[in-house]
């Protein structure tokens, strides 16, 4: 009878979870800007909770919050801009360079040649996505502040919902919750402005061309954990394929490997993997179930979604080995060892 209960219990979950990632991938369209709106809404609660603190409105104090953020991503933009004169035309070279690099590559085999798309299918699909792209970043400013406008009666939702007798332990989950998404966030950010140094210096040491602009395209690739880094090996390959000394693109990757070494074992943890503790397994999968549910920002929103449901499961007593699961603690100890040594203490007296 048990294994009966067991086996339906299973059928359910699984059913339960095969709609879920069906949802996910159908109303992708719908949910991505819908994800990064609330992802921002998260980081930026505390900002805005301060302004209104000041005396000013929720809409207001939202709305400030919102053109703070984004002036000081302007003003970053800006300044990377200043340091470098020629930017659009560095940035036109480097996409040619990339172009015949991928060109380079694809006329070795003639099977890569033949499957190149058309041109007219090209531009189709580039248009295609930067629509979509302007469609996203007008959305997402325009959720992120209704998120924040509304955030209240999102909160109250979820008591009534969920909160059950106990709505004291639902707001120090989401208060939880929130604290770490700004964390995280702000985190990452100064994880990606020294990455980004650190590669342009050796960019440069190396004689690389475009040193600074191919160090900051680097450092959003090394955004995506784990995988970022090969795909900014595989990038830098494509772009020093073409025109430039076999060397050159060996010292590239040589650069690369060892700020991503440096990165690995003392940057990130010190600066992000203190907040967020979650095993290599469940990035890994977390990452490539993003990246194929919903392209290149699922692979972005992987991480911070894992971290929130850990940070969730955590505090749900009947839900608690799933976050040990997610978590990167390897040092506990046994069950069995624990019996043992229940069973058969040591010799050993207090003094």
């Known amino acids: 009878m048990q294994s009966h209960s067991f086996s339906q219990s299973l059928h359910r979950n699984l059913v339960s979870l095969s709609l879920l990632l069906l949802l996910l991938y159908l109303g992708r369209h719908i949910l991505v800007p819908l994800a990064f709106g609330g992802l921002f809404a998260l980081a930026l609660a505390t900002p805005c909770n301060f302004i209104e603190d000041h005396g000013f409105s929720r809409g207001m104090s939202s709305l400030l919050s919102i053109i703070l953020f984004a002036l000081i991503g302007l003003a970053l933009a800006w300044i990377v801009a200043a340091r470098i004169d020629s930017i659009k035309e560095g940035l036109s070279v480097l996409t040619g360079e990339l172009s015949a690099g991928i060109l380079h590559v694809s006329t070795a085999s003639s099977l890569a040649a033949r499957a190149m798309p058309d041109p007219g299918s090209l531009l189709q699909g580039t248009f295609s996505f930067l629509s979509g792209t302007l469609t996203d970043l007008v959305l997402i400013p325009v959720y992120t502040f209704l998120l924040l406008y509304y955030r209240d009666l999102f909160v ?25 998404t700004r964390q995280y966030v702000g985190g990452l950010l100064i994880e990606m402005l020294i990455i980004a140094s650190l590669n342009a210096v050796g960019f440069f040491i190396v004689g690389m061309k475009y040193a600074l602009l191919s160090a900051l395209i680097v450092a959003l690739l090394n955004l995506i954990p784990y995988l970022g880094i090969f795909m900014a090996c595989a990038l830098s390959l494509l772009i020093n394929v073409h025109n430039n000394p076999p060397g050159i693109a060996l010292r590239v990757i040589g650069v690369l490997l060892a700020v991503h070494l440096l990165d690995a074992y003392l940057i990130y943890p010190k600066i992000v993997g203190s907040k967020v503790r979650i095993n290599a397994l469940a990035v890994i999968v977390g990452v490539v179930t993003g990246g194929t549910l919903w392209g290149i920002p699922g692979m972005f929103l992987a991480l911070p979604a894992i971290a929130m449901l850990k940070a969730i499961l955590e505090e749900s007593d009947n839900l608690q080995p799933w976050g040990l699961l997610l978590g990167g603690n390897i040092t506990g100890s046994h069950p069995a060892s624990k019996d043992s040594a229940e069973k058969n203490p040591t010799d050993s007296t207090d003094p």
């Not at 919902?161 to 604290?179: E, F, N, S, Y």
């Open 156 to 180: 109250r939702f979820l008591v009534r919902t969920i909160g059950g007798a106990q709505p004291a332990d639902l707001l120090a989950m989401l208060t939880k919750v929130r604290l770490l």
